[in-house]
C-alpha cells in the first residue's frame, strides 16, 4: 500500500497526522532488524512518507528523535536510499530552527 501510495494519500497522511503510527510500525518492525529485508522494509516505508512528505512541524520533533534512533542499521543496509530522506529532515528542520 505504501509503495503505491494506495489509497491516495496514504503515505501524506502517515507522515503528517499519523506519524505515531508510523513510528510505531517502524519500532515493532526494528525488532527484526537483522534481516536484510525488513531494514529495507523500513527504509522504503520512511522514503514513501517522511522522504516525500516530511514537514518541519514541532508536533513531529518525538517523531523525528525516534526515528533517528532507528538510523545507524538503516543507513548501513541502505545508504542510497536512506541518507536523501536524512538530508530532507535535516534541510526542513533546519529552516524552522532559523
Keep these: 500500500a505504501l509503495l503505491m501510495d494506495s489509497p491516495k494519500g496514504l503515505c501524506g497522511i502517515l507522515a503528517q497526522r499519523e506519524y505515531e503510527l508510523l513510528a510505531d510500525l517502524l519500532e515493532a518492525l526494528s525488532m527484526f532488524q537483522e534481516a536484510a529485508v525488513v531494514k529495507q522494509c ?7 512518507t517522511v522522504g516525500k512528505h516530511y514537514k518541519a512541524l514541532p508536533e513531529l520533533d518525538l517523531f523525528l528523535l525516534r526515528i533517528l534512533d532507528m538510523s545507524i542499521p538503516l543507513l548501513d543496509a541502505e545508504f542510497t536510499l536512506y541518507m536523501p530522506v536524512l538530508y530532507k529532515l535535516a534541510i526542513e528542520g533546519g529552516r524552522r530552527v532559523q
Design 42 to 48: 523500513m527504509v522504503v516505508a520512511l522514503t514513501r
